[in-house]
């Protein structure tokens, strides 16, 4: 078992900086595969950005107003934690943010735990 506990959420002008942390316990965190979903209303949820356990390969969505460029993912294993650095901040990026584990890549339903979600809403 995984627990995930999202944090960081909030409101932000556009062209401001967010970091979302995704606090985890439960299982050995080193060992864990992450990724960072969002879903907007009336939207499927969709990825965001991943990163294996071991940090060496990264992942992010490359759609069109993609996190590519802007958004960067990383760990710190001594704190469990995963974050995701959002700079540039867009209208369309607001969703409630989801935090995942025991996966590595672009597909919600393979992932086996889930946070509760943190907001965010970028005002123009």
């Known amino acids: 078992q995984v627990q995930l506990v999202e944090s960081g959420g909030g409101l932000v002008q556009a062209g401001g900086s967010l970091r979302l942390s995704c606090a985890a316990s439960?299982?050995?965190?080193?060992?864990?595969?992450m990724g960072w979903f969002r879903q907007a209303p009336g939207k499927e949820r969709e990825v965001v950005a991943s990163t294996t356990y071991s940090g060496g390969n990264t992942y992010y969505a490359d759609y069109a107003d993609s996190a590519k460029g802007r958004f960067t993912i990383s760990r710190d294993d001594a704190k469990n934690t995963v974050y995701l650095q959002m700079n540039s901040l867009k209208p369309e990026d607001t969703a409630v943010y989801y935090c995942a584990a025991d996966r590595f890549g672009s597909r919600p339903n393979e992932y086996r735990y889930w946070g509760q979600g943190t907001q965010v809403t970028v005002s123009s």
């Open positions: 439960g299982r050995t965190f080193s060992r864990v595969s």
